[in-house]
């Protein structure tokens, strides 16, 4: 009930000035001390209607959206269960004019050259959209598929690179995507990072030369448009008939996938881990099961890059263990170990392991959905939160760390690729 009446009164501040709706959102960080507190914590996102940015373990603290009329009730309801918290920010508008600010000033400092991007803002879709048809124009080794269109109607293309034109069967394929959650903007620089270091500036040729490569850069473009021009910190995509009157709008595509398809999800349509009406409901998750399928006689490892937490994480959401755990594990390491040699001091070490360990339980995963079906290598990466003087801001994007997201990422990236080589060649 809540969250039905904050998202109608959301409904009618997109007429306002960019980013009022959030004047007055308050993010608090909350830790607590065991499991039963976790899980009373976590329990207020479906009690209060809030926006868990990060749900909190004992070895982790959550971040939650807070908007400003549900502060006290919030702070009561915290208190009641004893554990302890702070603001990290006081009003978002503020946080969300800065970002802007930010990037508008970096963008117009922005060079863009004719065969690459900029590593100093955030491209929107149709930049990303046009930059992968010059590519497959000026490139051979470079080709773009449109694999279908988004609920919306816009097309999600998906680059092929190859030196072989994925011709050569005795070849692995690695499948990078990012942005399966519109929000999770600093995934976007990962996916081209690693097309600028397999195509534009090669600087290790034995990854294009044994390796064919899948990268599809925007997978929710819809719902990462509508971050840009309306709410910055929305999640799903743009689907609707969910409900009558389209109060509540998209589905999570995260939890979209068949795989233990809705048991540890939202089945309403107002929240943010909304499940859909069925496995595939939704136009994006059947592109990306399409894409899957098609090479799944070579597709050898599949990433989903996500935001924020620095993070590894392998299968099951359910706590399961692939039959291949061990081998999952070493693999994490060995990439989180080469993002860590590079990554910036103020950002901690990656953590490995299964996502519903270290996480949280979740059901209808990509990466659950492409282990299960005989993909041998399925992760999901969390990139490091946006951090300043204040505290931890989530989501939000600081210029300076555009291009070190990507490459730090491709480190980690190429740690992969090269395990993948050699235990490929130790089963021959």
Not at 235 to 249: A, F, P
Request: aromatic share 10%; charged share 20%; net charge negative.
């Amino acid at each position: 009930m809540y969250k039905v009446a904050l998202l109608i009164a959301l409904s009618f501040c997109l007429a306002l000035a960019k980013h009022e709706q959030y004047n007055g959102y308050v993010v608090y960080q909350v830790k607590v001390a065991n499991e039963q507190q976790a899980q009373q914590v976590n329990a207020l996102e479906n009690q209060l209607g809030l926006d868990m940015w990060s749900y909190t373990t004992p070895t982790r603290p959550g971040l939650m959206l807070v908007p400003g009329p549900m502060r006290q009730r919030f702070q009561r309801a915290i208190d009641a269960t004893g554990v302890q918290y702070e603001i990290q920010v006081e009003n978002v508008k503020e946080a969300l004019d800065l970002e802007d600010q930010l990037l508008a000033a970096a963008s117009q400092r922005s060079n863009r050259t004719s065969g690459r991007l900029s590593f100093d803002t955030i491209h929107r879709y149709e930049t990303v959209d046009a930059y992968l048809v010059e590519l497959a124009q000026k490139y051979q080794t470079v080709s773009v598929v449109s694999a279908g269109k988004s609920f919306e109607g816009r097309d999600i293309k998906y680059l092929k690179i190859s030196t072989t034109n994925f011709q050569d069967s005795s070849k692995p394929i690695i499948m990078i995507q990012s942005l399966i959650h519109a929000r999770e903007w600093i995934t976007l620089p990962v996916s081209l990072y690693a097309i600028e270091k397999l195509v534009v500036d090669i600087t290790d040729r034995d990854l294009v030369d044994k390796i064919d490569w899948i990268i599809l850069p925007i997978t929710n473009p819809d719902g990462y448009e509508f971050t840009h021009t309306n709410t910055r910190f929305w999640r799903k995509n743009r689907s609707n008939g969910h409900m009558v009157g389209n109060i509540c709008l998209g589905v999570d595509l995260n939890r979209n996938f068949d795989f233990n398809w809705g048991t540890l999800s939202g089945n309403s349509a107002c929240s943010e881990t909304f499940h859909g009406s069925g496995a595939f409901s939704e136009p994006e998750t059947a592109i990306v099961r399409n894409i899957v399928n098609e090479y799944r006689k070579r597709l050898e490892l599949y990433l989903d890059i996500h935001s924020f937490g620095s993070l590894t994480l392998y299968g099951y959401g359910s706590g399961e263990l692939p039959a291949n755990g061990l081998t999952l594990n070493v693999m994490g390491v060995r990439m989180a170990q080469a993002i860590d040699a590079v990554k910036w001091n103020s950002n901690p070490n990656y953590r490995v392991g299964n996502i519903a360990m270290i996480l949280y339980p979740v059901s209808g995963g990509a990466s659950d959905y492409v282990q299960a079906i005989g993909i041998p290598h399925s992760f999901t990466f969390e990139l490091p939160a946006y951090r300043n003087q204040q505290g931890i801001n989530g989501f939000l994007v600081d210029p300076d760390f555009i291009e070190q997201a990507g490459y730090e990422t491709w480190e980690g990236i190429k740690a992969g690729a090269r395990f993948l080589l050699e235990y490929s060649r130790s089963k021959k």
